[in-house]
T-cell receptor, first 112, second 112 residues
Framework: GAGVSQTPSNKVTEKGKYVELRCDPISGHTALYWYRQSLGQGPEFLIYFQGTGAADDSGLPNDRFFAVRPEGSVSTLKIQRTERGDSAVYLC??????????FGDGTRLSIL | DAKTTQPNSMESNEEEPVHLPCNHSTISGTDYIHWYRQLPSQGPEYVIHGLTSNVNNRMASLAIAEDRKSSTLILHRATLRDAAVYYCILRETNSGNTPLVFGKGTRLSVIA
């Protein structure tokens, strides 16, 4: 069946620009997670949705980062005024309650 | 979540068994031991999890020490496709949908 889909797969933009990263979870999965992975490191948690609401956003690094999931399915991670330090692979995962998480292949974001 | 310790890297010959260790000396009685792996240019994928008893599935086996302070992921016959970073993660029994806390994992190389 269809897995977690993330678009775009790659995004290159200039410092200071606004970017949106999209995640299509597995159909029926109520939980959706965003992680960020820097080179040589394990994924780092950003935010988690249960349905439409953000259940835990403690991992968002600052107020330039925001995420939404308006209908409880697709989610968008939004980054304002991008900085070079935001360059990373952004991973999305989804799951049923208490079940293993299923990850997409990520969006590689490069800030020039 | 309690901390885990894994070797940075390991190497195996193709078609031989691989034993990937994980130390978790501060594990609590309600922590499950989860393993995920991440193939190159892909998101992490779930491998296996257990609480006290050894577990087997189509991908691997999980051997848990009697005192639960360590565990070993066993790949019975390594293939080139098993070359990946393997993460050992602890999650509380009733954590529902809490995010995963990744360390740096063990990078497994498989030699043909």
């Amino acid at each position: 069946g269809a897995g977690v889909s993330q678009t775009p797969s790659n995004k290159v933009t200039e410092k200071g620009k606004y970017v949106e990263l999209r995640c299509d979870p597995i159909s029926g999965h109520t939980a959706l997670y965003w992680y960020r992975q820097s080179l040589g490191q394990g994924p780092e948690f950003l935010i988690y949705f249960q349905g439409t609401g953000a259940a835990d956003d403690s991992g968002l690094p600052n107020d330039r980062f925001f995420a939404v999931r308006p209908e409880g399915s697709v989610s968008t991670l939004k980054i304002q005024r991008t900085e070079r330090g935001d360059s990373a692979v952004y991973l999305c995962a989804s799951s049923l309650w208490g079940q293993p998480q299923h990850f997409g292949d990520g969006t590689r974001l490069s800030i020039l | 979540d309690a901390k885990t310790t894994q070797p940075n890297s390991m190497e195996s010959n193709e078609e031989e068994p691989v034993h990937l260790p994980c130390n978790h000396s501060t594990i609590s009685g309600t922590d499950y031991i989860h393993w995920y792996r991440q193939l190159p240019s892909q998101g992490p994928e779930y491998v296996i999890h257990g609480l006290t008893s050894n577990v087997n599935n189509r991908m691997a086996s999980l051997a848990i020490a009697e005192d639960r302070k360590s565990s070993t992921l066993i790949l019975h016959r390594a293939t080139l496709r098993d070359a990946a970073v393997y993460y050992c993660i602890l999650r509380e029994t009733n954590s529902g949908n809490t995010p995963l806390v990744f360390g740096k994992g063990t990078r497994l190389s498989v030699i043909a």
